[in-house]
């Protein structure tokens, strides 16, 4: 896709009915704009939370989970300093599908263009979970899943994640998200 500049309203109109998922944010990575695909997403995936209304202004690093935000703010200052186009593809499934993305991330003027677009969605087989909600939370009830795969981390066992599709379909009271080592190594070899 080609980015046409102009004054911010004209040229963020061409993103608009885009199927991606688009963002714009700013030089200090808050929020500018968001296309009608964030919405989509946001209320397919039970984020009616998230709809940009809510969300344009916001600092995109306070709703990137904590084990990702130095990641992507140097991935985004990278790319505002050297204006270099950069490709990062993560996975961000639901529990029944799996999906990749692959984001691109451009500058445009004082902005950044975000734009994620589907590269693969396949349909999980769901086994259910057999065992006991309480053998997920930690000593404060909360249960850590992993913020691309949907992993969930077992409390007691080091570094243990274990996939239950269904189980994310019902989300417990206290989630919190983390980054499971498979993930880690997958889509962020380069960082420590």
């Not at 939370?49 to 990278?78: C, H, W």
Request: with cysteine.
């Amino acid at each position: 896709m080609e980015i046409r500049e102009g004054s911010p309203p004209d040229w963020l109109a061409q993103f608009e009915n885009e199927p991606s998922i688009i963002f714009v944010l700013d030089s200090t990575f808050h929020l500018r704009y968001c296309n009608a695909s964030w919405d989509r997403f946001a209320l397919e995936n039970g984020g009616s939370n998230l709809l940009r209304k809510t969300q344009i202004g916001v600092d995109v690093m306070e709703i990137t989970p904590e084990p990702l935000r130095a990641f992507y703010s140097a991935l985004y200052s990278r790319v505002l300093k050297s204006g270099e186009e950069t490709d990062h593809v993560y996975e961000c499934s639901s529990g029944e599908k799996l999906r990749l993305f692959r984001m691109r991330v451009r500058r445009a003027d004082t902005h950044l263009v975000v734009i994620n677009s589907l590269a693969l969605e396949q349909e999980y087989e769901d086994y259910g979970f057999p065992g006991d909600l309480q053998a997920l939370q930690d000593d404060n009830g909360i249960v850590t899943m992993c913020c691309h795969c949907r992993k969930t981390r077992l409390p007691n066992a080091v570094n243990l994640w274990v996939r239950i599709p269904g189980f994310v379909n019902k989300m417990p009271p206290l989630v919190s998200h983390g980054i499971c080592s498979d993930c880690f190594s997958t889509y962020y070899p380069d960082f420590d």
